[in-house]
């Protein structure tokens, strides 16, 4: 390799560590809002409505380590926010048989109907935050961070 490659490689590779930062960055700054948006307006937490989301977006419902597995977290973090939803009435939680251990979770009707609600204005919060994306934009940078997660699952 030459100086050259190398002074270019630099470059390259100095360009892409403000890339990663500036994603970063970016990210903390939305999810910061979003977290937020969420405390002010339904007195609730962005964890929270991301259980909320595995368990709508599974029609049998899932056990909590599933719930964690998905959600990439402890079953620690899990279990709080699930004794929570199920006192509210939001979750239904279900021993399985045969199993002393694991419990089925799933929402009730009243908490898909509450995380309905959550998911439309969670939403328009990102529709207004990233208003100056433009849609080739936004289909540009998916296709650029899927670039990403294609090359690190390899």
């Known amino acids: 390799?030459?100086?050259l490659d190398k002074k270019?490689?630099?470059r390259v590779s100095k360009d892409r560590l403000r890339t990663w930062l500036k994603i970063l960055k970016t990210s903390h700054l939305i999810e910061k809002q979003i977290k937020e948006k969420f405390r002010d307006e339904y007195n609730t937490t962005l964890p929270?409505?991301?259980v909320?989301?595995?368990l709508y977006r599974s029609n049998n419902g899932l056990k909590m380590n599933e719930i964690?597995?998905?959600l990439k977290v402890s079953n620690g973090n899990i279990t709080g926010i699930i004794d929570r939803l199920v006192k509210e009435g939001n979750v239904l939680r279900v021993a399985i048989?045969?199993?002393r251990r694991?419990?089925?979770v799933s929402l009730t009707n009243k908490g898909k109907k509450q995380f309905e609600e959550y998911a439309i204005a969670h939403e328009s919060w990102i529709n207004v935050m990233l208003k100056n994306v433009s849609e080739q934009d936004s289909h540009l940078l998916i296709d650029l961070?899927?670039?990403i997660s294609e090359i690190n699952r390899s």
Do not use: P
């Open 1 to 3: 390799m030459t100086k």
């Open 8 to 10: 270019v490689l630099s």
């Open 48 to 50: 929270r409505f991301d």
């Open 52 to 54: 909320m989301s595995a």
């Open 68 to 70: 964690s597995g998905v």
């Open 97 to 99: 048989e045969g199993d």
């Open 102 to 104: 694991s419990s089925l």
């Open 145 to 147: 961070l899927d670039s």
